[in-house]
């Protein structure tokens, strides 16, 4: 599925900040456009105060990718453009050579569903440095919100322990794309269902719902609304129990329900959208038991996030759905992930590869020189440690990792454990050599992938610090670069 062009019907290659076209017309005018160079996407802390990220959206980036060339009509608009001056922006040479520029770059990137960490390359984008500055502000926007939203929603999965969670964010998400790029994520990351019906139509999600509160309200009584969906949607009955009073209409709900099951129908369970919700399911599971519908579902709604959903399970709710929105949709409490995208390597006249830092006097902001990989031990079935790597260089036997924000931090890796490079091929020479796997697939990677962590990592408070390190090496050549650069400042 042309995931981009089914949404959009046209061509995505203006998807970009201004300044990365500023940058590669300097670039082109400088001569130095085909300048072959190495850039890394990731992010620098997980988010949500959490130990575990869930890489997300690559599908999205691959078709954007994979369609990626500006059009007569992207040409036409850049040619408006006017500098301080009143001048052309730009000169129509470099507009002639961006409408003929093809994509030709590699990338390597690790499987949508992974767990990933900070520092760790999500993205590795190697090729001619206008191309890879051009795709900068487009990946970063795909990566960035649908990783946040997977990892919002597997985090949420983690506090039902397993019970089922249904999406219904559409309304309150960030218009039309975020709603769309939302549900795809939250499914991936734990959702087992969407109300969002053109997501189920475009990704294969699966879509639930039944009615709200003004299909009650549109009725004399509450026991005619539920009596009147009953009988023209019986195989599809929740009914919202709150809308007067919710005990009562557990009670009603329960009459309904007989009557369905007279007909050969079974009454799927009951909805609570307000209120207390811990009391309230469990004096409706007890309604529920007494009038013969121990299987009926109890669902909660009402802005629930996993902080909120492990207090109700303290309390001993009774809920065995949970309906997810606005805090999931929104990412609440952390709007955006801030993963950046930042060029580790180029080539110089000799054509040999001059490695780069990005310096800043905050440690976390400074970045990491070479080609890098990401490689993962396990033992005994679960992962012990990821070790971020320059493919350039030779490793040694049992290596070493020196955690990035503090190099006495350090743990040895044998050579007798398992081990798996996280980054695969995705393009090469700007052709697709990697084929996406189904939603399905992603969804339950992310579930063998957390149930292969250690515990501690999936706490939500004081998580459990997983060992990611830099190869010794790498750590060595970056301190180095360091050093000679602050000496030259």
Same mark, same amino acid.
């Given at each position: ?207 639930? #719902? ?258 990611? #390190? ?20």
């Amino acid at each position: 599925m042309k995931l981009t062009q089914d949404l959009y019907k046209s061509s995505l290659a203006l998807l970009t900040d201004l300044y990365q076209l500023t940058m590669a017309y300097g670039y082109w005018k400088a001569g130095k456009g085909e300048q072959e160079s190495v850039f890394h996407l990731f992010f620098r802390k997980a988010p949500f105060q959490g130990g575990f990220t869930v890489a997300c959206g690559l599908e999205m980036a691959v078709d954007l990718l994979e369609n990626f060339r500006l059009d007569e009509s992207d040409i036409q608009y850049l040619s408006t453009l006017k500098g301080n001056d009143g001048k052309p922006l730009f000169e129509h040479k470099f507009l002639d050579y961006l409408s003929q520029m093809e994509f030709t770059c590699d990338i390597d990137a690790i499987p949508e569903g992974t767990v990933v960490f900070p520092h760790e390359p999500l993205i590795r984008v190697k090729g001619p440095i206008i191309q890879a500055q051009i795709l900068e502000t487009a990946l970063l926007n795909i990566i960035n919100f649908q990783t946040l939203i997977a990892t919002k929603a597997a985090r949420m999965h983690i506090a039902t322990h397993g019970e089922q969670v249904l999406e219904f964010g559409l309304r309150r998400a960030q218009g039309i794309d975020g709603s769309l790029a939302a549900s795809r994520a939250a499914y991936i990351g734990g959702c087992d269902a969407t109300s969002n019906v053109l997501a189920g139509k475009l990704f294969g999600i699966p879509v639930k #719902g039944t009615h709200a509160h003004s299909w009650v309200m549109s009725f004399d009584t509450e026991m005619e609304a539920f009596e009147t969906y009953a009988e023209h949607l019986p195989n599809n009955c929740v009914f919202l129990v709150d809308t007067f009073d919710t005990i009562e209409g557990v009670k009603k709900a329960v009459k309904v329900g007989k009557k369905l099951r007279e007909r050969g129908f079974e009454m799927n369970g009951v909805r609570l959208d307000s209120g207390d919700l811990a009391y309230l399911s469990i004096k409706a599971r007890e309604i529920l038991d007494e009038g013969g519908f121990p299987d009926a579902a109890i669902v909660a709604s009402n802005d629930l996030d996993e902080n909120i959903i492990t207090s109700l399970k303290a309390q001993g709710a009774k809920i065995s759905v949970w309906g997810v929105g606005t805090k999931l949709v929104t990412a609440f409490d952390q709007p955006a992930l801030g993963g950046v995208y930042k060029i580790a390597a180029i080539k110089d006249e000799n054509k040999q590869w001059d490695y780069k830092v990005k310096l800043s006097e905050q440690a976390i902001k400074v970045s990491n020189p070479g080609i890098l990989q990401v490689r993962r031990f396990q033992e005994k079935g679960e992962f012990t440690g990821d070790m971020i790597y320059n493919l350039d260089k030779n490793l040694p036997k049992n290596p070493v990792i020196l955690d990035p924000m503090d190099a006495t931090r350090r743990k040895k890796m044998t050579s007798s454990q398992q081990f798996e490079d996280l980054l695969v091929p995705i393009f090469r020479d700007g052709k697709k050599v990697y084929d996406c796997p189904p939603i399905q697939e992603i969804k339950e990677r992310v579930k063998s992938q957390l149930n292969c962590f250690h515990s501690g990592i999936k706490r939500f408070v004081n998580p459990h610090g997983y060992p990611v #390190g830099l190869e010794k090496g790498l750590s060595d050549d970056k301190y180095n670069l360091i050093m000679r650069l602050r000496k030259d400042v």
